[in-house]
């Protein structure tokens, strides 16, 4: 406890590559939430040590073919009610994860436990410049009150820049729901 | 019509192919779309431009070989496999439990197993849910008369989908183990099991068809539009205190009082008129924890050295099969505070163990666990039931 600031932890983890169970890196992290103002994201700072492996040649050939679809990528439900992903909209998933990351982040408290637990909906949205964008509609699960939260997100991607989220938003949830 | 994949080297044998694309008589079906020369471009020809279409891709010298030969060949064979399935799934011995059924399958796979293992197994109606469907549990018994006995329950929350699937996967692996397993064999000898596999059968059915993510039973709440009561703050065990909400709403509203969900009150009554309850024990999904009480209150219960040994012995159990990773504790210091929940009710009425499993996985898929992972999770699971079963039928009280 920090007095008249917040509450500070200090983590040591291990990160494992989802996608090459054998990659993992060590991380330490020291967050610090804020006393009072709930609608600040946690301070978070990291360091790692050691390299996850080289993704270039995927992020490439995603790039690829994203860029040069003739219509614009839409698609629903993944995974669908029984945990099946189409190949082709893996990669989708992915970076809804860690765009989801972000917002989980900012959204975070002491008292709350987010899981991406569904993408409702995600269309592209074509651009001249070199990135991709994303429009998702994502479920957020909130472990603690058990809520399936709706969240807006619009993502920007390029293989060399990275994930970017330059807007999100909670939807509100109709009571029959 | 016959399928061709054809080998791209270069954008412009992409552009010859979008060409073709826009020849609209030859009635092209692109089921891979030309798009980058990194993929292969898969497309169907019906039968009259499959010549045309050859002598084109050959005279441009762009590389194809024929993935389906006759079209219709394939399309016939699995008009036949799906009438010859069709037909095999009305016998028991090809439900497939490797994926997620819907409540009429489940409901059809118990009379099945009551069926083949009738000297065993046994179907009794226990009460029907708000909307009137029946809460059957199954019963495991080689006889006697009132034996001390186990119960198991499983779906008590609807959109936790592998649970009523490594239920019924269960149920199918104690009949068919009676008389092979040594210690299922002695258990049953001993005592009896109830499973119930579908606790909340109206949720569940509104996961098939409405709302994949519902949790709660479908009851009406008066003066709300909101609809649905959390079974799992419904128990009497610290009622209405921290961890439910008020708030019909609310994915965790614990309802107007205690037992006021009728899927509740059921298994309440059933327990007490049993009266020889020895475990209770529970099915939830996801995170991968085995909890026993408390979760109304953060106090230990006085039997928490041996319900936390028997947990850790079962989580080795769990791990032992597939390396997967179970987290034992109480309810309070292992999740969150959270009162009305069934294992504390069943612990305070004098059912010493009691234990609720979080199955698979710890986030990934969470609700969503691809049902290649059904089988895996059940067999796991049954590995940690089975070492609770086995210490409840070496330590009677």
């Known amino acids: 406890d920090i007095d008249d600031v917040g509450r500070k932890y200090h983590l040591e983890l291990v990160l494992e590559d989802v996608l090459d169970k054998d990659g993992t890196v060590n991380c330490t992290a020291e967050v610090l939430y804020h006393l009072g103002n709930k609608n600040i994201a946690p301070d978070v700072h990291f360091t790692t040590e050691g390299e996850l492996k080289n993704t270039d040649e995927a992020d490439n050939v995603f790039y690829n073919r994203i860029k040069s679809l003739e219509k614009e990528l839409v698609a629903e439900n993944i995974p669908d009610s029984h945990g099946n992903v189409p190949p082709e909209m893996e990669p989708i998933r992915l970076l809804a994860w860690a765009a989801a990351g972000y917002v989980i982040w900012q959204n975070s408290t002491e008292n709350t436990k987010f899981q991406l637990a569904q993408i409702k909906h995600v269309k592209q949205v074509k651009r001249s410049d070199e990135y991709l964008e994303f429009d998702y509609t994502i479920l957020l699960h909130e472990m603690v009150s058990q809520e399936i939260i709706p969240w807006q997100m619009t993502v920007l991607w390029h293989p060399q820049h990275g994930v970017q989220v330059t807007q999100d938003s909670p939807q509100p949830k109709h009571p029959s729901e | 019509h016959q399928v061709l994949r054809i080998k791209t080297r270069n954008e412009e044998e992409i552009k010859k192919l979008h060409l073709l694309d826009s020849l609209e008589h030859l009635e092209l079906d692109f089921w891979i779309n030309p798009s980058t020369p990194a993929l292969p471009v898969d497309v169907r020809i019906p039968t009259n431009g499959v010549q045309a279409v050859k002598a084109f891709l050959e005279s441009h010298g762009i590389e194809y070989s024929i993935l389906i030969e006759d079209l219709q060949v394939v399309l016939d064979k699995e008009t036949q496999d799906m009438a010859c399935s069709q037909q095999r799934d009305r016998s028991s011995s090809t439900f497939n439990y490797g994926t997620y059924h819907t409540l009429d399958s489940i409901y059809a796979e118990?009379?099945?197993?009551?069926?083949?293992?009738?000297?065993?197994?046994?179907?009794?109606?226990?009460?029907?849910?708000?909307?009137?469907?029946?809460?059957?549990?199954?019963?495991?018994?080689?006889?006697?008369?009132?034996?001390?006995?186990?119960?198991?329950?499983?779906?008590?929350?609807?959109?936790?989908?592998?649970?009523?699937?490594?239920?019924?996967?269960?149920?199918?692996?104690?009949?068919?183990?009676?008389?092979?397993?040594?210690?299922?064999?002695?258990?049953?000898?001993?005592?009896?099991?109830?499973?119930?596999?579908?606790?909340?059968?109206?949720?569940?059915?509104f996961t098939h068809t409405t709302n994949r993510m519902w949790r709660k039973t479908r009851s009406k709440n008066p003066g709300s539009l909101c609809i649905g009561v959390d079974p799992n703050r419904n128990w009497d065990a610290g009622f209405g205190g921290p961890g439910a909400s008020s708030n019909p709403c609310s994915e965790s509203y614990h309802g107007p009082s205690a037992n006021s969900e009728v899927e509740v009150k059921s298994v309440v009554d059933f327990i007490k008129n049993h009266g020889k309850i020895r475990a209770f024990l529970t099915l939830h999904s996801y995170s991968q924890l085995l909890m026993y009480p408390y979760g109304y209150k953060c106090t230990e219960p006085a039997d928490h050295a041996e319900l936390d040994a028997v947990g850790r012995a079962a989580a080795s159990s769990i791990k032992s099969l597939y390396g997967t990773t179970f987290t034992v504790?109480?309810?309070?210091?292992?999740?969150?505070?959270?009162?009305?929940?069934?294992?504390?009710?069943?612990?305070?009425?004098?059912?010493?163990?009691?234990?609720?499993?979080?199955?698979?996985?710890?986030?990934?898929?969470?609700?969503?666990?691809?049902?290649?992972?059904?089988?895996?999770?059940?067999?796991?699971?049954?590995?940690?039931?089975?070492?609770?079963?086995?210490h409840v039928r070496d330590n009677p009280y």
Request: charged share 20%; aromatic share 12%; with cysteine.
């Open chain 2, 110 to 205: 118990l009379d099945h197993l009551v069926s083949e293992y009738s000297n065993i197994v046994s179907k009794l109606q226990i009460g029907e849910s708000y909307e009137k469907r029946p809460l059957y549990v199954l019963k495991f018994s080689t006889g006697g008369s009132n034996r001390p006995a186990i119960w198991l329950d499983a779906g008590i929350h609807a959109r936790e989908w592998v649970t009523h699937a490594s239920a019924i996967w269960i149920a199918k692996k104690i009949a068919s183990d009676y008389g092979k397993d040594p210690s299922i064999t002695s258990l049953l000898n001993k005592m009896d099991i109830f499973l119930l596999t579908v606790s909340n059968p109206d949720g569940y059915v």
């Open chain 2, 329 to 390: 504790g109480s309810i309070c210091t292992t999740i969150y505070q959270a009162s009305g929940g069934s294992i504390d009710w069943s612990y305070d009425y004098g059912i010493k163990y009691s234990f609720a499993f979080e199955l698979r996985d710890t986030g990934r898929y969470g609700f969503l666990l691809p049902a290649n992972q059904i089988i895996p999770t059940a067999e796991e699971t049954w590995l940690g039931l089975k070492k609770i079963m086995e």
